[in-house]
């Protein structure tokens, strides 16, 4: 069987009902991503991306913000929020 990708991943992780929003405002967002054994803590502030996760690309491609990503939309322009 193929290992599952980063964005498999989110999108089960979705599915699953592992993300909880904590925290949304004006300027942000922060959520409770449940992976594989560990639950983490993931937020879009100040325009960047960051997780708790251990993975080496947590602030910008690991799964856990690839599903926060998914239920947010902080790259869409002014007009469309």
């Known amino acids: ?9 989110a999108d089960r992780y979705l599915l699953e009902g592992r ?14 991503v449940r992976g594989e054994g560990a639950c983490y803590t993931t937020r879009f502030s100040l325009g960047a991306w ?6 080496p690309n947590r602030g910008t491609s690991c799964s856990h913000v690839l599903a926060l990503k998914r239920v947010t939309a902080p790259d ?6």
Do not use: D, N
Not at 76 to 81: A, E, V
């Open 76 to 81: 869409l322009p002014r007009g469309h929020r």
């Open 50 to 55: 960051s997780c708790t996760c251990p993975h």
């Open 19 to 32: 993300v909880t929003v904590i925290e949304a405002g004006r300027h942000g967002v922060a959520a409770r």
């Open 1 to 9: 069987m193929p290992r599952e990708t980063l964005r498999e991943k």
